[in-house]
Each structure stands twice: as C-alpha cells, then as structure tokens.
C-alpha cells in the first residue's frame, strides 16, 4: 500500500486535533491568565520500531515514519499587562502564580482579579481565597490599598498604616508538571511551589497570552491544512476504489 496514505491520514489528524486546541486558544484571547496551548509531534509508535532491517515491517516503518500531534503543552509566555486602576488587582510581571484555595484543594493561577469579600478575605471573582506565602488566606481591612512589587499589602486608615499581609507568589522548577483546569487555573498534581521571583503590579491585570489576531491566523491556517489532508486522503481512496473495481477482477 503506498505509504502516503499513511502520511495524508496522520496529517488529517493532527490537524483534527490542532483545530480545537486552535479554537480553544482563539476563545479565550480575552481571558485574565489564560495561557495558550501549542501543539507538539511525535511518531505514530510512541516507543518506535525495534526491528532488525531483516525484519522489519515495511507497513510500520511506513505508518512510523510520519508524525501525528502528540498532544498540547502550555505555553507560559508572559501576557500583556493592562491597567484598570483597581486597587485589588494584581497582575504578575515574570514567572509565577498565585495560589488559591479552591474546593479542590490549592490551585494556581495568573488572574489577579482580586476582590474583598464581606468577611474582609482577599478572594478571587468566584469566591475563593488567595493564599499567602505560607498558604493562608489574607485579612483586608477597609481602608485605602497598596500593593508592593513583592505582593505585601498594607492598608492606611485615619488610625494609620498596617500590613495585612502578602500575597504569595510561587513557581516550579519544572512547570510542565502544571496542568490546566478550567480557563486560568492550573494544578500541580501534587508537586510543591518554589518561591517565585515574579514582581505583583497594583491596578492591573494580565491579558492572555494569544492575542486575537494570532489567533485568528492559526484558525484559518490549520483549517487550510486540514482541508488539504482531507482532499490528499480523497485521492487516494479513488485510487483505491478505482484499483479494487477495475484491476482485482482481472486477477
């Protein structure tokens, strides 16, 4: 059988699997925090073909030798940042997360769109606490706001000044080892945070990191791809029908 059937039917799924990551990524470029995912290859045999040239399988060297999407990873590139002028907005400048108190445990993220709940805790849109660097939530009195570049929060009354604690910032040695929830929160599956070296700005938060029109090109450029493996796989099953119909019966 000839081994481009192989590469235009890998082709059609990878480039299956890259649109919905695609589309995936252009849905969220207005999302606070949301970090895009970029496609990666491998060959169809993940473990590859242990055959001597004796051997070896001329079908699975043919299937083996073309690549199909692997799947996603992360991309942790920095987002813009964009001012709001929101005191308790926080956007990260750098590598690292907040960490968060979810009903699933600890989570991280990049969307500093914080707020103060009624009980005065520092919390994020949906309710859930920010954690410090020791991994409790924070106390925010009512007051006026500042928020240093390493994320201690202090509050001025007519009484004075105080801190009412800090944000923390964490990161990981490896962080591949993060995986996405939802469309900004990521979770570590059990490995523990470094200290991050991220600085926090007060009054702004981080934009995606896939903008719209990057986005909008890589739609319509895997769209392209795809449409051109589904007509090369076309061509080869005519061949096919054309082989089983006209030629076999002369056999």
Not at 2 to 21: C, E, F, H
Not at 45 to 74: H, K, W, Y
Not at 116 to 128: A, D, F, K, P, Q
């Amino acid at each position: 059988m000839d081994s481009g059937m192989y590469a235009a039917y890998t082709g059609l799924l990878a480039r299956t699997q890259a649109l919905d990551t695609a589309a995936n990524n252009l849905s969220n470029a207005g999302t606070s925090g949301f970090r895009a995912q970029r496609d990666y290859f491998r060959g169809v045999l993940a473990g590859g073909i242990d055959e001597s040239p004796m051997t070896a399988s001329q079908v699975g060297q043919a299937v083996n030798g073309f690549g199909v999407l692997g799947g996603d990873r992360l991309d942790f590139g920095q987002g813009q940042l964009e001012t709001t002028g929101n005191p308790l907005d926080m956007a990260l400048q750098g590598s690292g997360f907040f960490a968060i108190q979810t009903t699933n445990g600890v989570r991280y993220t990049r969307d500093g769109s914080f707020t103060r709940s009624s009980m005065g805790v520092l919390e994020t849109s949906i309710g859930e606490p920010v954690l410090d660097a020791n991994m409790q939530p924070i106390t925010v009195p009512t007051g006026s706001i500042h928020v240093s570049a390493d994320g201690t929060i202090s509050v001025s009354t007519s009484g004075g000044s105080a801190i009412a604690g800090q944000v923390g910032i964490f990161d990981f040695s490896d962080e591949n080892v993060l995986t996405a929830e939802g469309t900004n929160t990521f979770n570590a599956n059990g490995v523990k945070p470094i200290a991050g070296a991220a600085t926090v700005q007060q009054g702004a938060l981080e934009n995606s990191n896939e903008d719209t029109i990057h986005g909008t090109m890589q739609m319509v450029l895997v769209q392209r791809q795809f449409e051109m493996m589904r007509r090369a796989l076309s061509v080869f099953n005519n061949d096919f029908d054309k082989t089983a119909t006209e030629d076999l019966p002369r056999v």
